[in-house]
């Protein structure tokens, strides 16, 4: 949150009775309006009904900062409980009385969804709307040498689009042109990204450490091993899309952005416009699970408007767009090493990270990040991708262990110089950080992975969401035959919000890995709509076992068929419980994503023996690992 | 060009090789088939013609002449998919959800009474990224059962 004020908009008492609130975070398919829309009604005592979640924009939303990182329950949640308070002038109600939050109300959303309404960014018209395509090199960041003239054609530098009044028409001409246009070779992709990256060590900081020379000391054993993570895509089911209009020397532009602040100064930067002259309304778009093209197409559409004559833009990116550009979770190397003393307890730890910063948001410094202000004819130099600082991180969230070892180091080792386009995805680091530490504690774990956690896990909520799976999954009763395998992991997610622990349950005897059961168990405080919870729990465990078993992203993936994903008959049962408690709410779409990976990882094991470190778990990794 | 849309005949100015996805959407306002990949690998366009659930992104006009086309809004109200859908609150984004109700709903013609595995296999052409799929395959049996 930028500004924790209560600002006086946020809450509106309609002459109809009904109530609008005008919420910073943004819907991104995660239910977000529904369980801000019960918050506000339990506050103001109305029913959910008359609540009505207006759509955010700069021009009256307060400014909330970025959707993301799970924050909106425990952050946009609590400005609106106070906000609402205040309006009916008394104290928060106490969460013994809540008679709306804690319920299942069904998403205010879906019926619309469902019955195919306009719903989406993508649907929206404006009066004399252009369509347009973008034209992009094959390879990132080369530079546009020539292309031929066509009716439609816009041309800011090595930025170029193609305007026509029938979107179909729009489509063509960008399949000519991209046919027909020349471009400089960009610089090549590294054959080799997790060696790339050890040779590209901008700076090596200590990103936590708890010296204990004398714990240390005591070690007997010593082990280390090393994992990878590779790019994965947001891969959203719509392509990045959004709409501008430049009315004299004012902009306004449509984005399914997780930022509108944010979006509205970058574009005001590249755009040399005063900020006050950029409005950013949002709308929203197909799930993105994190920073996807939303801005960077969003920047396209407005330059775009600048060379419209006037008329609004509608940017619909192809999805051959967005693979190739969108900003894909950044790829990550993680050496780990410890030491065991003579009982086999943990005496000491050490992580070591390499990886680009997974931060590469717009608005956030003085120098633009998206794509096409480096294209222009008077190009910006982009900036790097920054990462906040822990607890929340980025390429090393999660970095830190969460066990209790008496003395551990975690190193990060900041790769500036980036390939490719990289971003936040949906958990940011911890994905690759929780898959090598819930790897490596099996590694050490001497054939009980459940008691050597528990046994170096005293937080009382983390031993109960691994004793609740341990329980849930029948582990111990667990009939091992040939090819089968389970496996467990767990996980507090940033190490300060929702614990996590998943058992997976895995055959591995054909071509191909197979998950057929997780078991999920959490505790994200008291939740604000508990199905509500179980369903980004459950898509969260799905959507990581397709990174888990078939994600990565390489050179020249354009489509679904070079980036397959999980498919119906492919995804695993998931059951979820949810510890029931009244701690504050934590947010709940991003702790599995660690712990999922991980489980699997371990099934793995336990079915075939071998250690996987690479990801993904696919055919060839694990016959690499074999053969190792 | 003619054709029958949600049993009414419509009569539009495009080319043969225009695919229908852009007609329905732009010039019929229907725009509950939403665009997902252009090249009929992801699910997220399907109508259905003659009880088929196909792609719309990539189907010219010339072929969808003459014949009955029906999107999601053309499905009766309270559709049993659409009910069970929302019974089993089967969705997160529900960008990929038109194109699931028409293979749900093709399915279901064809198969009143389909295993839990059918129904799997015949939703395997609709991609879903927010990993709804127990939901939307517990909702499919459900409408199943309610309309038996």
């Given at each position: 949150m930028n500004k924790p004020e209560k600002l006086p908009q946020r809450v509106r008492i309609e002459a109809d009775g009904t109530v609008s609130i005008a919420v910073g975070k943004v819907e991104l398919g995660q239910g977000i309006s529904t369980a801000l829309a019960q918050i506000a009604a339990e506050e103001l005592?109305?029913?959910?009904?008359?609540?009505?979640?207006?759509?955010?924009?700069?021009?009256?939303?307060?400014?909330?900062?970025?959707?993301?990182?799970?924050?909106?329950?425990?952050?946009?949640?609590?400005?609106?409980?106070?906000?609402?308070?205040?309006?009916?002038?008394?104290?928060?109600?106490?969460?013994?009385?809540?008679k709306i939050v804690g319920t299942n109300a069904p998403r205010l959303d879906l019926p619309g969804k469902f019955a195919g309404r306009a719903s989406y960014l993508q649907d929206m018209a404006l009066p004399g709307m252009l369509h347009a395509r973008i034209l992009r090199p094959p390879r990132p960041f080369a530079k546009l040498v020539s292309v031929p003239d066509h009716p439609g054609l816009v041309r800011d530098g090595s930025f170029a689009g193609v305007l026509a009044e029938r979107e179909e028409d729009a489509i063509e001409a960008a399949k000519k042109l991209r046919a027909k246009a020349v471009w400089s070779d960009g610089p090549a992709m590294p054959q080799d990204i997790y060696a790339w990256l050890k040779d590209h060590v901008a700076e090596s900081k200590v990103a936590k450490e708890n010296a204990d020379p004398a714990a240390k000391a005591r070690g007997v054993k010593r082990l280390q091993a090393e994992y990878h993570k590779p790019f994965i895509c947001h891969a959203s089911i719509g392509p990045s899309c959004a709409l501008a209009w430049m009315k004299g020397d004012s902009l306004e532009v449509w984005s399914h952005t997780q930022g509108i602040f944010n979006l509205r100064k970058e574009i005001a930067l590249v755009l040399r416009m005063?900020?006050?002259?950029?409005?950013?309304?949002?709308?929203?778009?197909?799930?993105?699970?994190?920073?996807?093209?939303?801005?960077?197409?969003?920047?396209?559409?407005?330059?775009?408007?600048?060379?419209?004559?006037?008329?609004?833009?509608?940017?619909?990116?192809?999805?051959?767009?967005?693979?190739?550009?969108?900003?894909?979770?950044?790829?990550?190397?993680?050496?780990?090493?410890?030491?065991?003393?003579?009982?086999?307890?943990?005496?000491?730890?050490?992580?070591?990270?390499?990886?680009?910063?997974?931060?590469?948001?717009?608005?956030?410094?003085?120098?633009?990040?998206?794509?096409?202000?480096?294209?222009?004819?008077?190009?910006?130099?982009?900036?790097?991708?920054?990462?906040?600082?822990?607890?929340?991180?980025?390429?090393?969230?999660?970095?830190?262990?969460?066990?209790?070892?008496?003395?551990?180091?975690?190193?990060?080792?900041?790769?500036?110089?980036?390939?490719?386009?990289?971003?936040?995805?949906?958990?940011?680091?911890?994905f690759g950080?929780?898959?090598?530490?819930?790897?490596?504690?099996?590694?050490?774990?001497?054939?009980?992975?459940?008691?050597?956690?528990?046994?170096?896990?005293?937080?009382?909520?983390?031993?109960?969401?691994?004793?609740?799976?341990?329980?849930?999954?029948?582990?111990?009763?667990?009939?091992?035959?040939?090819?089968?395998?389970?496996?467990?992991?767990?996980?507090?997610?940033?190490?300060?919000?929702?614990?996590?622990?998943?058992?997976?349950?895995?055959?591995?005897?054909?071509?191909?890995?197979?998950?057929?059961?997780?078991?999920?168990?959490?505790?994200?405080g008291l939740p604000v709509n508990p199905d509500g919870v179980v369903n980004q729990i459950e898509g969260g465990c799905v959507q990581a076992t397709s990174w888990t078993l078939k994600e990565e992203w390489k050179p020249g993936t354009v489509s679904w068929e070079e980036y397959p994903i999980l498919r119906f008959s492919e995804a695993p049962p998931v059951e979820v419980v949810v510890l029931k408690n009244s701690f504050p709410s934590l947010g709940a779409g991003e702790c599995t994503m660690g712990p999922t990976v991980a489980a699997i990882a371990n099934a793995l094991h336990d079915a075939l023996g071998v250690r996987v470190r690479e990801l993904p778990l696919t055919a060839g990794n694990i016959a690499k690992a074999i053969n190792a | 060009?003619?054709?029958?849309?949600?049993?009414?005949?419509?009569?539009?100015?495009?080319?043969?090789?225009?695919?229908?996805?852009?007609?329905?959407?732009?010039?019929?306002?229907?725009?509950?088939?939403?665009?997902?990949?252009?090249?009929?690998?992801?699910?997220?366009?399907?109508?259905?013609?003659?009880?088929?659930?196909?792609?719309?992104?990539?189907?010219?006009?010339?072929?969808?002449?003459?014949?009955?086309?029906?999107?999601?809004?053309?499905?009766?109200?309270?559709?049993?998919?659409?009910?069970?859908?929302?019974?089993?609150?089967?969705?997160?984004?529900?960008?990929?959800?038109?194109?699931?109700?028409?293979?749900?709903?093709?399915?279901?013609?064809?198969?009143?009474?389909?295993s839990e595995k059918e129904v799997k296999e015949a939703l395997d052409k609709n991609l879903c990224r927010c990993g709804s799929h127990n939901r939307v395959v517990r909702a499919v049996m459900r409408a199943a059962r309610e309309q038996a």
């Open positions: 005592g109305v029913d959910l009904s008359k609540v009505k979640v207006l759509a955010a924009s700069t021009a009256y939303s307060p400014d909330e900062g970025v959707t993301s990182g799970s924050l909106s329950i425990q952050d946009g949640g609590k400005a609106l409980r106070a906000a609402c308070a205040e309006l009916r002038g008394r104290a928060e109600k106490p969460s013994s009385e809540y005063p900020e006050e002259k950029v409005i950013v309304h949002h709308a929203e778009g197909a799930g993105c699970y994190g920073h996807n093209g939303a801005d960077d197409v969003a920047l396209d559409a407005a330059l775009l408007a600048r060379m419209s004559r006037g008329l609004p833009v509608r940017l619909q990116w192809t999805r051959e767009d967005e693979f190739a550009w969108e900003p894909y979770g950044p790829a990550m190397v993680v050496g780990l090493q410890a030491s065991l003393d003579g009982e086999g307890n943990i005496v000491s730890w050490r992580h070591d990270l390499w990886s680009n910063g997974h931060t590469h948001r717009p608005g956030r410094a003085g120098q633009p990040v998206l794509i096409a202000a480096a294209e222009l004819a008077q190009p910006f130099e982009r900036g790097p991708a920054v990462d906040p600082p822990l607890p929340a991180g980025g390429a090393h969230r999660n970095a830190v262990p969460g066990y209790d070892f008496p003395d551990f180091k975690v190193m990060f080792h900041y790769v500036r110089e980036a390939p490719v386009h990289g971003s936040s995805l949906r958990s940011l680091g911890a950080n929780v898959f090598a530490i819930e790897s490596f504690m099996d590694e050490l774990a001497n054939g009980d992975p459940v008691g050597f956690r528990l046994k170096h896990l005293k937080d009382p909520r983390g031993r109960a969401v691994v004793e609740e799976a341990v329980r849930l999954s029948n582990w111990h009763s667990f009939s091992k035959s040939e090819g089968r395998g389970h496996g467990i992991a767990y996980a507090r997610y940033k190490n300060v919000g929702a614990y996590c622990a998943v058992v997976a349950e895995v055959e591995a005897g054909g071509a191909e890995l197979r998950v057929t059961r997780l078991v999920a168990v959490v505790d994200v | 060009m003619k054709f029958t849309v949600n049993g009414k005949t419509v009569e539009v100015k495009a080319e043969e090789n225009t695919p229908l996805l852009y007609v329905l959407r732009n010039d019929l306002g229907l725009v509950g088939t939403r665009f997902g990949c252009g090249g009929g690998q992801c699910g997220a366009c399907f109508v259905m013609i003659d009880g088929r659930a196909m792609a719309s992104c990539d189907l010219p006009m010339s072929f969808v002449m003459n014949k009955s086309i029906t999107t999601v809004e053309g499905l009766e109200a309270k559709h049993p998919v659409q009910k069970a859908l929302l019974a089993e609150q089967a969705a997160q984004c529900g960008y990929c959800m038109s194109g699931i109700i028409i293979s749900a709903t093709a399915l279901l013609a064809r198969n009143a009474s389909p």
